[in-house]
T-cell receptor
Framework: GNSVTQMEGPVTLSEEAFLTINCTYT??????LFWYVQYPGEGLQLLLK?????DKGSNKGFEATYRKETTSFHLEKGSVQVSDSAVYFC???????????FGTGTSLTVIP | GAVVSQHPSRVICKSGTSVKIECRSL??????MFWYRQFPKKSLMLMAT?????????EQGVEKDKFLINHASLTLSTLTVTSAHPEDSSFYIC???????????FGSGTQLSVL
């Protein structure tokens, strides 16, 4: 079946530190992979996505590469800001696109 | 950008009562809406997929008679938790797929507490 395993938090970083949040998946077929972000008091928002192997999704300084050989989609950012404090969810959609599977979410707090 | 309005954001009810949660796409049409449940420290769990004008498809282990889903129009889906019990207390989130571009947008969630 399909599933997503995500690095547990919480993660606390100083401003301008390097961020990595690990995400691995199991899936049948060829899923699409996503990172969603939930800022305090808001709904989930799509941060970035990749639809096939070796694709790199990027947005707002975040990036993640779809690695089929390691079944991973790790989220990275070179220099985090206080405004990046949020909960980040890794997710996959089945190759039919009809179902989504989410990781447990990783809470990130960036301190000045 | 596209907005999905989910209401209410928080509800407290007595055991045995029913609670309805609404999910509306405000500026786009959604042929497909999804309902998720989030348990503390666990993954968002897909409960069911609803398609406008047809019966919802429930995931294994989700009681369809307990979690009634109606998707009567292209902009509205509702989830009714019937005869709620304390174990139904959870965070419920809906999402809607824009029929024009297939993008997925999420509601802000509903925190249900059953006393």
């Amino acid at each position: 079946g399909n599933s997503v395993t995500q690095m547990e938090g919480p993660v606390t970083l100083s401003e301008e530190a390097f961020l990595t949040i690990n995400c691995t998946y199991t899936a049948t077929g060829y899923p699409s992979l996503f990172w969603y972000v939930q800022y305090p008091g808001e709904g989930l928002q799509l941060l970035l996505k990749a639809t096939k192997a070796d694709d790199k999704g990027s947005n707002k300084g975040f990036e993640a590469t779809y690695r089929k050989e390691t079944t991973s989609f790790h989220l990275e950012k070179g220099s985090v800001q206080v405004s990046d404090s949020a909960v980040y969810f890794c997710a996959l959609s089945s190759n039919t696109g009809n179902q989504f599977y989410f990781g447990t979410g990783t809470s990130l707090t960036v301190i000045p | 950008g596209a907005v999905v309005s989910q209401h209410p954001s928080r509800v407290i009810c007595k055991s045995g009562t029913s609670v309805k949660i609404e999910c509306r796409s405000l500026d786009f049409q959604a042929t497909t809406m999804f309902w998720y449940r989030q348990f503390p420290k666990k993954s968002l769990m897909l409960m069911a997929t609803s398609n406008e004008g047809s019966k919802a498809t429930y995931e294994q282990g989700v009681e369809k008679d307990k979690f009634l889903i109606n998707h009567a129009s292209l902009t509205l889906s509702t989830l009714t938790v019937t005869s709620a019990h304390p174990e139904d207390s959870s965070f419920y989130i809906c999402s809607a797929r824009d029929k024009n571009n297939e993008k997925l947008f999420f509601g802000s969630g509903t925190q249900l507490s059953v006393l």
